[in-house]
């Protein structure tokens, strides 16, 4: 006969527990730690994460317990100990106190003891416990031993002799980031963390591991040494490389952004950060920041065609620019990660100049079924809870880092995936299926998925589709497998906020990005673009503002902004203005102005004011930024349609991913992830089939009808026959990435 539950009011998958005499319910199968933190009870600990599978290897969670009136012989770890009905927990008396002060003076009988020296000083766990736990004085009167440092890489510094071997690290490629690529070395006292082979580490999350461990023995290697934690403001802002709208904390000195650090929001990234989001600050210093007014006076790029001007005379010249082109004559293209703000009054621009050629979709190449970006079927957090997700066009590992983390745990669950892609990309998670085909058959091929009777089921088209000659197709395909099959839509927005700009009716009521630059305009406003890489056409791109009158809003005064601008005017980047942006769930965050704007710069929001004031414009009569929130409100418009892309003509098809960190201008100029492993830099990747006759690692050239690319060859198996993928975001590869066809030059 079973005993009768403490508390028989409880639901029948909770026990009553007493902790430190507070009474309260718990989870049955959970751990003492888990119900402690849940009622706000401080035990210490190093190696349990909420995140992480439990390792028990620290032993600092030590507490004390009695069941059934019964004490145990010794102390237990809370980390490891699951609740019992009417079970007594004691994590500050006599016996708890002794084993958890035990564990601390172990643990720093190795360590080095250089806190005031060492980068991690500060916001160091294993600091703030010693001085709680620990001794006032040393009995261990040996050696201490000492530990080679491992190469990690550009992004994580090492200093091993400090690790406590929690196994945090270790966890966190394993079973996060999915690459296994830490892990123990040698038993006992010889016991090192690493990776084995000596290389640098690889995944994209890495810098997770540096928010993991307790100690200084994996730290951020680029803001090493820059400052002392006390020294920081911390301001709440989101990730701009992806859609996804990562939460996190810039920390800024003295108006300096020096490190950024995730912030916790579990329906977004839960409490992790990619790496492009953790590290792209280092971007916003680069050399050709814009932070002066230039107006053009030579007809080149350098730096000696353009003089610096004040605000107004600047102002002045860009008003008469737009008032010469009003109406047709005039095209707008917009980044797709500008500000709702900043989109807001963008589209009241063209109002007022009375253009209908207004876009955000600059780098989508088929627009032909009008399509816009629109928030995911399901909650981004839902997706780990499918029972079937199928992958559509997309390298989601590096288009979207922590949505590929969510499908991982979804994987770990139980749930089937399917891919559907040109590219065999390297996933960290197990397939039920995959087909790879070319772009031209990637609608024909999901239509063949068989998800089964799975009841939730998420269907992912990403920016390989989304932005290739074959997108109308393919996109229709999938809303018709998701009408088919019950199962929820989530297209990937081309762009950090593609979803806000699109609600706000920055489009074109005319024509679409592609078409105001196959069919010149007399002025063009460029706003937050880089034109050299960021249009899916560059060839025709450049041509077509070359030939025109350009104002660019720009953060970065680059060769190829020179080269079309006839007016810079420099606005800040998200880490530096007060903003809103809407993430691929449709939800609306805000972030917080950082970092100081550089010389002369303003928001881009002020400046649109001031332009649309001087030109006496409809709604630009707000005086401050909750003026402008106050008006903001969806606005829906009716989408000029685009034409079809010809697809026509002989050749290899070609498949084109974004670089991962070449997404936009900010992460081009990030060196530390430049030199980061994953940065393969320009090449053509072919298959062993399409590539007879040619030599691995030699050059290639390859011919379009946009032009010629002489690159590196990769042969793989893994690309699709008849198919030629290469990667967009490089100079290099531009002639490529809008062709729907190339041709290998053989001779």
């Not at 599978?53 to 012989?73: L, S």
């Not at 806190?115 to 004085?137: A, F, K, M, N």
């Not at 953790?278 to 790029?301: F, K, M």
């Not at 600047?314 to 109406?327: C, E, F, K, T, V």
Request: proline residues 5%.
């Amino acid at each position: 006969m079973s005993a009768q539950p403490v508390n028989p009011n409880l639901p029948p998958d909770h026990v009553t527990v007493f902790i430190d005499g507070v009474e309260m319910a718990a989870p049955k199968g959970s751990m003492i730690i888990q119900a402690a933190d849940k009622a706000g009870i401080p035990i210490p600990r190093f190696c349990y994460h909420e995140k992480l599978p439990i390792a028990a290897n620290c032993r600092m969670c030590m507490v004390d317990t009695e069941v059934g009136g019964r004490a145990a012989p010794k102390p237990s770890p809370a980390c490891a100990t699951p609740v019992m009905d009417g079970m007594k927990i004691f994590t500050r008396n006599d016996k708890a106190l002794k084993a958890q002060r035990n564990v601390m003076e172990f643990l720093l009988i190795n360590h080095p003891l250089d806190c005031p020296v060492c980068d991690q000083g500060g916001e160091c766990e294993l600091q703030d416990l010693s001085l709680g736990y620990g001794r006032s004085v040393n009995r261990f009167v040996e050696r201490k031993r000492t530990v080679a440092d491992e190469d990690l890489g550009p992004l994580v510094a090492s200093e091993m002799t400090r690790c406590i071997h929690c196994t945090r690290c270790i966890r966190v490629t394993a079973e996060i980031a999915g690459s296994y690529e830490l892990g123990g070395m040698y038993r006992g006292e010889n016991l090192q963390i690493g990776t084995y082979d000596g290389k640098p580490l690889t995944t994209e999350l890495s810098g997770n591991v540096i928010d993991v461990c307790p100690v200084g023995a994996l730290t951020n290697k680029v803001f090493r040494f820059k400052a002392r934690p006390w020294e920081l403001t911390a301001r709440p802002s989101l990730g701009y490389h992806d859609a996804l709208g990562s939460n996190l904390f810039h920390h800024v000195r003295r108006g300096d952004l020096l490190r950024s650090v995730p912030r916790d929001n579990e329906a977004v990234n839960e409490c992790w950060l990619s790496d492009r989001d953790r590290y792209a600050h280092e971007g916003l210093s680069a050399a050709d920041r814009a932070s002066v007014p230039l107006i053009r006076v030579g007809q080149g790029d350098s730096r000696e065609d353009f003089r610096e001007a004040g605000w107004e005379e600047a102002l002045a010249l860009a008003s008469q620019i737009l008032r010469d082109n009003a109406g047709d004559g005039l095209g707008m293209l917009v980044h797709p990660a500008a500000s709702n703000e900043e989109g807001a009054l963008l589209a009241r621009l063209a109002a007022g100049l009375n253009s209908g050629n207004l876009d955000h979709r600059i780098g989508q190449l088929d627009l032909s079924d009008g399509a816009v970006a629109e928030a995911f079927g399901m909650p981004v957090a839902e997706i780990e809870q499918a029972d079937a997700i199928v992958i559509v066009g997309s390298n989601v590992r590096h288009e979207v880092p922590l949505l590929h983390q969510r499908i991982r745990k979804a994987f770990k669950r139980g749930a089937r995936i399917h891919v559907v892609n040109p590219v065999d990309f390297e996933f960290t998670f197990g397939l039920a299926s995959k087909a790879i085909v070319p772009p031209s058959q990637l609608a024909a091929a999901l239509a063949g998925v068989e998800v089964g009777d799975s009841g939730n089921v998420a269907v992912i088209v990403g920016g390989v589709a989304e932005n290739g000659p074959h997108a109308a197709a393919i996109r229709s395909a999938a809303a018709a497998f998701c009408t088919a099959k019950n199962a929820k839509l989530c297209r990937i927005p081309q762009g950090a906020n593609a979803v806000g700009l699109s609600r706000l009716g920055v489009l074109p009521t005319a024509r679409d990005a592609q078409a105001m630059l196959r069919e010149p305009r007399q002025a063009y406003v460029l706003y937050g673009i880089e034109p050299g890489l960021d249009f899916a056409d560059q060839q025709v791109a450049m041509q077509a503002l070359g030939k025109a009158q350009v104002v660019a809003f720009s953060q970065f005064a680059c060769t190829s902004t020179r080269a079309v601008a006839d007016v810079i005017l420099p606005i800040g980047a998200l880490p530096e203005i007060d903003a809103t942006l809407t993430n691929l769930g449709g939800i609306e965050q805000q972030a917080q102005a950082a970092s100081k704007l550089p010389g002369a710069a303003h928001s881009g929001w002020r400046v649109l004011r001031a332009l649309g004031g001087d030109m006496q414009l409809a709604g630009f009569e707000f005086t401050d930024l909750a003026g402008l929130r106050a008006g903001l409100a969806p606005h829906a418009v009716q989408v000029a349609r685009g034409a079809a892309v010809d697809v026509a003509g002989a050749g290899l098809e070609v498949a084109a991913s974004q670089a991962i960190y070449r997404s936009d201008a900010v992460i081009r100029r990030c060196g530390a992830l430049q030199a980061q492993a994953l940065t393969k830099g320009a090449r053509v990747v072919l298959n062993p089939a399409d590539a007879a006759g040619l030599a691995e690692g030699g050059m290639v050239k390859l011919r379009t009808a946009a032009g010629t690319a002489v690159l590196p060859l990769v042969i793989d198996a893994g690309v699709a026959a008849g198919c030629a993928w290469v990667e967009s975001g490089y100079g290099a590869t531009a002639p490529l990435v809008a062709a729907a066809k190339l041709e290998v030059v053989r001779a």
